[in-house]
């Protein structure tokens, strides 16, 4: 079995409105179930947006500490699920099943590395 990161891309700006974001976040209650079901679901967050983040780069025996995303973007990582099935043909319906519902978002799907 590989363990698949199902990752979110959603653009910079304001959240949907709450008659929007529910239904999504209805939808993607009922995946979550279903790949728990089907013994596929291994973990599901969302993330805070990108100016929460603190990046670090180590510079000989420095450290840089700068607050926000990494780089400058019109899109940055919203979410991601972790998913645990036999191989990519079979990561795959569930990753467009996440896109119909998050429909306009990307979602990128990348096995992890053993």
């Not at 995946?31 to 100016?51: I, M, Q, S």
């Not at 780069?57 to 019109?74: H, I, Q, S």
């Amino acid at each position: 079995m590989t363990k698949y990161l199902l990752s979110i891309y959603q653009p910079d700006g304001p959240v949907p409105e709450p008659e929007v974001l529910g239904r999504i976040m209805a939808d993607l209650a009922a995946l979550n179930d279903d790949l728990r079901a089907a013994g596929a679901w291994v973990f599901t967050a969302g993330l805070h947006p990108p100016e929460t983040a603190t990046v670090l780069r180590a510079r000989g025996d420095e450290m840089l500490v700068t607050d926000g995303p990494f780089t400058e973007g019109k899109e940055h990582l919203g979410g991601f699920t972790v998913i645990e099935v036999a191989d990519l043909d079979e990561a795959m319906p569930w990753a467009q099943r996440m896109t119909r519902i998050l429909e306009p978002l990307s979602v990128e799907v990348r096995p992890f590395a053993d």
